[in-house]
């Protein structure tokens, strides 16, 4: 760890976007301090704190702020639509503004706070080309050649949307693993199960890379958001129903925005001795 001493402890906030949950460390002013191994560690439930993601604030000289993303198995990920929605929430309470920017592997990304407080992030356009989801060889995005013909996108992140008659019905820790897992995934993918609950309305479930099951997914509602539009089922303004709590998707010209509820559940200390057997 960078720039900090173990006997100091750590300090950290604990935040969820629609039961999509997150650790968030804030080292702004300071080096960075996440790595692989603290990611793991304070990923598992039982022995650390616990989340589907670790998100570590870090300063920006094009941007408010910039943001890294972690799994809980230690991974990194490119994108994390529901961790960019709190963290933004919290920085915008700190500037006492309605709008920020923000740097993540994406690139520059614009959040905003709605007058009915939910906050909306433009994750930037998806990524249709195999090259850039991405997958291992030339294919059809849109149909793969995979059980049920899914769909790939890329969000920042791979994402494989499997339209099914009843997501409810699907045993999502069987399913999940294998497409995960996939050889067409060479960075391996976040799967995603949706089913049609009227026009512009959709039910998903999904598994995560590197997290398994989650109550939401930001990235995965907008891959699935565009998914279902390039498919003919819903238009670019989408209501998903996800099993933490609804997102909205609106993919517009400058790109895709994902809306829902943050929050800031509380903050809490790593101690010293914790940090020091992990080094
Ligand atoms: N929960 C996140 C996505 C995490 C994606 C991560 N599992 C990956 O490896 O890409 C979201 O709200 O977008």
Known sequence: MMDMRASDGLGFMKMHGAGNDFV?????GRGAVTTAALARALGDRNRGVGFDQLAEIRDSAEADFALDFWNAD???AGACGNATRCVCDHVMRGLGRDAVTLVTARGLLRAVRRADG???VNMGQPQLDWREVPL????DTLRLPLAGEPVAVGMGNPHCIRFVPDAEAVALAAEGPGMEHDPLFPERTNVEFAS???PDRLRLRVWER??????ACGSGACATAVAANLRGLTGRQVVLEMDGGVLEVDWREDGVWLTGPVAHVFDGWLSPAYLEALA
């Open 24 to 28: 968030v460390i804030d080292s702004r």
């Open 74 to 76: 230690g991974s990194r």
């Open 118 to 120: 939910l906050v909306s």
């Open 136 to 139: 291992a060889q030339e294919v």
């Open 196 to 198: 049609q609950t009227g």
């Open 210 to 215: 590197g997290a398994g099951i989650t109550l």
